[in-house]
């Protein structure tokens, strides 16, 4: 009983604050509580739970691939490591790969976002809604603005990530009780694709690219460790399980639009995440010496959907005007780390792409 008094006082929050909040995305809101946003997940799930030794309000990590058009459900198990529970086709997204850069741009967003209980929309037009937070501290460091991108169903998208309702249902109710697990949050990671050495060889001529190797970093933390990467913006970018230095006197503030404090890499997490970028290294430039074939651009990619969708919903998805390949590849500064002796090195995380 107690338990389902907090879910209800959970949702009853989040669709008061939705209800005063002006929306794009979501349609009207109102602040009465649908028995969609209070359903329980489907007993395939809850046993799935049981298998995979997941606490069922334990934290949720999202992960949205665009080119691959799929939602990833990652949830802790009672290790604390994360574990894929469930793959969602994605049944819309609109833009193309690449960045939200501007209100209008029809692009959904790209990087990481933090889900709050206040981000959750029981109200939505859209059925139901997660807003992503967009724009971030790295999206407005770097002047990029739009409002109310939104993971929601109806499958129907103007720069949101489209489900249909009865996915929406289940990924709605997935947030809701990790939000009940004493987390006050939890992590989106969007990316453009999966960012494999095959894919970045890929999209090697995209403008996008280095943006994109900055987002692998993050990437490459979370698979080499499973467990949620600790997200911070400095002079611009994205930086990631940053802690004071051995012996630093002072705690780390991360100013946006700053200089960056003296920091390193936790180097548990470094060691491992720099293992798996070198042999991505290897397999990267074994694709460039081989020529491997890089991915045409388009001008007004109309998104895409999930080919699981394709005939349930024809006509939705089109092409445009193919551009010329870029003809730059643009590097980022490398980042410091603690090597096991404890002492500050220098090692790049992104050099290699």
Request: hydrophobic fraction near 40%.
């Amino acid at each position: 009983m107690i338990r389902v008094t907090v879910v209800r006082t959970l949702v009853l929050i989040a669709a008061f604050v939705a209800a005063l909040t002006p929306v794009t995305c979501l349609g009207e809101d109102s602040n009465q509580l649908p028995t969609k946003a209070t359903n329980e997940l489907p007993p395939e799930l809850l046993s799935l739970f049981r298998k995979k030794k997941m606490p069922k309000h334990s934290s949720i990590l999202v992960r949205i691939f665009k080119e691959e058009s799929e939602l990833e459900v990652w949830k802790q198990d009672a290790t604390g490591h994360f574990q894929i529970l469930k793959i969602f086709p994605i049944c819309r997204w609109s833009g193309d790969l690449g960045p939200k850069l501007y209100e209008g741009d029809h692009q959904a967003p790209e990087g990481f976002y933090t889900i709050t209980p206040w981000l959750m929309n029981p109200d939505s037009n859209f059925y139901l809604a997660i807003n992503t937070g967009f724009p971030n501290n790295f999206d407005k460091a770097n002047n990029r603005d739009g409002s109310f991108l939104m993971v929601h169903g109806n499958c129907l998208s103007v720069g949101c990530y489209a489900m249909t309702d009865e996915q929406m249902g289940e990924i709605y109710s997935l947030a809701r009780d990790s939000l009940l697990g004493g987390r006050p949050s939890f992590q989106i990671q969007a990316y453009p694709f999966r960012l494999t050495p095959a894919n970045l060889a890929r999209h090697r001529t995209n403008p996008s690219l280095a943006f994109w190797k900055m987002l692998k970093i993050g990437n490459d933390h979370f698979e080499a460790t499973h467990l949620e990467p600790k997200v911070d913006v400095c002079n611009r970018r994205y930086v990631f399980d940053a802690q004071p230095p051995p012996n630093w006197p002072y705690p780390l503030v991360f100013d946006p639009t700053g200089k960056c404090p003296a920091f390193v890499v936790n180097p548990k997490i470094a060691r491992q995440a720099l293992k798996k970028q070198r042999i991505d290294e290897v397999e990267y430039a074994r694709l460039l010496k081989a020529n491997a074939p890089a991915a045409p651009m388009y001008s007004g990619l109309d998104g895409g959907m999930n080919e699981a969708f394709l005939a349930r919903f024809p006509g939705r998805v089109m092409l445009a005007k193919v551009l010329p390949y870029a003809s730059y590849l643009p590097q980022l500064p490398p980042i410091p780390w603690v090597d096991k002796d404890g002492s500050l090195t220098s090692k790049s995380f992104d050099t290699f792409f």
